[in-house]
């Protein structure tokens, strides 16, 4: 009886276990991706352009390179392998320290020089510069210290005049001047809104008397915020007319001062950040949108992240340095979600990480990293490979497209060629991101919960089921039944190989075939050099089947012979 039993037993946890495999295995079906090369294509959007803030290490033992700047050996590396005619390139232009060696004036000059030297390559190769007024020189304010405002105006204007005459009047470089980074912030400004919004307009008054005088457009935008909903005082996605952007765009309307571009910051690890939803059902892009509109300026003004990077919160992440492969597919989804929400471009900060800097900041956020034993050699991530992927895409748009919740192929075309780039990003928190992307749906009582559960840090495992929970709104009952598929999908496919069918129609003749590679085998200074190389002959149509690893990216190009 006892064995019998046991039989009954096995026989069902193997029916069980079999029913669950099936289930797993009918889930991770084959991938398929189609494409008609004689399909109509649009311009590469700005948002998918190589651009990259300068910044990194903030400390150099050549006090004539600029303390911000990241180092030269690694701006050569950049410009001779990426180059600088693509997208946005953003450099901290610090009047503080640039005037701090008044009294040294050959010091002074060469700070000067190699900032100069910076700007000029990039406008030469025909890309655009963002260059930062940051640090209130000595003298102009009350208090010394660079984040002060300048309370002496006048002098300000006259001071960061000469430098905007020279830039733009006689050099003609094409730069865009972000006025401040990060000013809601005690870190970066010692003031008030107000005191921003006068010191945006002495700058604004400035740049309107260059113009009139020299017939020419000098772009001018701000106000660099650290998130597009934030201000001096506390204020949070539930409220975005309390925002700095949103009193930028009103003051500039009723004082009729130029607002070329609209720029903050989105530090995030959801790779869909920007769709967050609005009180009002709409994006963050739509909603400043809506603002100009109200405010009778041009509703195509430029919406521009100028600081955004993988951000789980903490300074010194492994998904940013011995697993950058992580955030290389990362930097691919989240591009293709900018563009979906209505970005018109983004700067990825930054180019070095920070470390052993006089202001005590280790951050590894850069595209390089170096060791503090031997700091003259500069290392690659993955990432890096990521830009030079971003690089090879070619100047005509068919689109981008998601093939599930974590696989999607952005596909261009250049001459004769053919280009497509496949990424794969499972992200580890797709219910919680899910949850906090669309908050503003709930109730204030619901609203609360979810901070409650996410400050005794049970939110995740109410999204795993291992929590109930009943005096919850059936909006959040739902909306928790959505992050917990989200979140079983992303355990089924975390660590799966997936396979996908390319699909190339209309395409006819010799192609050489390459794919260039970046997964976990890729960390440090990987090889820019293609992992597969052949020669096909199409007749009228292409299949080539594809094996995609967790948190990979795989560009391929084919290249009429």
């Known amino acids: 009886m006892r064995l019998n039993r046991v039989f009954i037993k096995v026989i069902l946890f193997l029916i069980i276990n079999f029913y669950f495999l099936s289930f797993c295995f009918a889930q991770v079906k084959d991938l398929e991706f189609n494409l008609d090369i004689n399909s109509k294509t649009t311009p590469l959007p700005l948002i998918f352009s190589p651009s990259i803030?300068?910044?990194?290490?903030?400390?150099?033992?050549?006090?004539?390179?600029?303390?911000?700047?990241?180092d030269k050996n690694v701006l050569s590396r950049w410009q001779s392998e990426i180059g600088f005619n693509k997208g946005f390139f953003r450099l901290y232009f610090d009047l503080w320290e640039i005037e701090k060696l008044k009294n040294d004036p050959f010091l002074r000059k060469a700070i000067f020089d190699n900032y100069e030297k910076i700007i000029k390559n990039i406008s030469e190769a025909k890309g655009k510069i963002i260059l930062v007024l940051y640090g209130t020189p000595s003298g102009l304010a009350e208090v010394l210290d660079k984040r002060a405002f300048p309370s002496d105006l006048k002098s300000w204007q006259s001071y960061i005049k000469e430098f905007i005459r020279y830039f733009s009047c006689q050099k003609r470089y094409d730069i865009w001047y972000e006025v401040w980074s990060s000013p809601e912030s005690e870190d970066f400004f010692l003031g008030t809104k107000n005191q921003y919004l006068e010191l945006y307009k002495a700058v604004a008054?400035?740049?309107?008397?260059?113009?009139?005088?020299?017939?020419?457009?000098?772009?001018?935008?701000?106000?660099?915020?650290?998130?597009?909903?934030?201000?001096?005082?506390?204020?949070?996605?539930?409220?975005?007319?309390?925002?700095?952007?949103?009193?930028?765009?009103?003051?500039?309307?009723?004082?009729?001062?130029?607002?070329?571009?609209?720029?903050?910051?989105?530090?995030?690890?959801?790779?869909?950040?920007?769709?967050?939803?609005?009180?009002?059902?709409?994006?963050?892009?739509?909603?400043?949108?809506?603002?100009?509109?109200?405010?009778?300026?041009?509703?195509k003004t430029p919406l521009i992240?100028?600081?955004?990077?993988?951000?789980?919160?903490?300074?010194?992440?492994?998904?940013?340095?011995?697993?950058?492969?992580?955030?290389?597919?990362?930097?691919?989804?989240?591009?293709?979600s900018m563009f979906e929400a209505g970005l018109d471009a983004q700067i990825y900060f930054c180019l070095e990480d920070f470390q052993n800097n006089k202001e005590g900041i280790n951050i590894n956020r850069g595209v390089f990293s170096y060791s503090l034993e031997n700091p003259y050699l500069s290392n690659a991530k993955s990432i890096y490979n990521l830009y030079l992927f971003l690089n090879q895409l070619g100047d005509k748009f068919y689109g981008c497209f998601s093939l599930d919740d974590f696989v999607q192929v952005l596909a261009t075309a250049r001459d004769s060629e053919i280009i497509l780039l496949i990424s794969n990003y499972i992200d580890p928190h797709i219910?919680?991101?899910?949850?906090?992307?669309?908050?503003?749906?709930?109730?204030?009582?619901?609203?609360?919960?979810?901070?409650?559960?996410?400050?005794?840090?049970?939110?995740?495992?109410?999204?795993?089921?291992?929590?109930?929970?009943?005096?919850?709104?059936?909006r959040l009952k739902n909306m928790f039944k959505e992050a917990s598929k989200l979140q079983e999908k992303k355990e089924l496919f975390k660590d799966k190989v997936r396979y996908i069918k390319i699909n190339l129609n209309n395409l006819k003749g010799s192609y050489i075939y390459q794919r260039y590679s970046i997964n976990s085998g890729c960390n440090w200074d990987c090889s820019f050099l293609p992992i597969e190389e052949k020669i096909i002959d199409i007749q009228d149509s292409y299949q080539e089947n594809l094996e995609l690893a967790p948190y990979s990216v795989e560009l391929i190009i084919l290249r009429k012979e």
Request: hydrophobic fraction near 35%; proline fraction near 4%.
């Open 205 to 299: 008054e400035v740049i309107k008397e260059l113009e009139k005088e020299n017939k020419i457009h000098i772009p001018l935008g701000g106000p660099g915020v650290s998130s597009w909903f934030k201000n001096f005082e506390e204020n949070s996605i539930f409220y975005p007319e309390r925002s700095l952007i949103y009193e930028l765009i009103k003051f500039c309307s009723q004082k009729k001062l130029p607002l070329d571009f609209i720029s903050w910051h989105a530090f995030s690890d959801d790779p869909l950040a920007e769709k967050e939803i609005t009180i009002y059902g709409k994006y963050p892009a739509q909603i400043i949108r809506d603002w100009l509109s109200f405010f009778h300026l041009d509703i």
């Open 305 to 336: 992240i100028t600081e955004w990077n993988y951000d789980s919160g903490s300074n010194w992440d492994e998904m940013r340095s011995e697993k950058s492969y992580v955030v290389s597919s990362f930097i691919s989804t989240r591009l293709k």
């Open 431 to 474: 219910g919680r991101n899910y949850i906090f992307r669309n908050l503003s749906k709930l109730n204030q009582k619901d609203i609360h919960k979810v901070v409650q559960l996410y400050s005794s840090l049970k939110l995740d495992e109410v999204i795993i089921k291992k929590i109930d929970l009943n005096d919850i709104s059936d």
């Open 53 to 70: 803030d300068l910044s990194g290490r903030g400390y150099h033992s050549d006090v004539s390179w600029p303390a911000h700047l990241a």
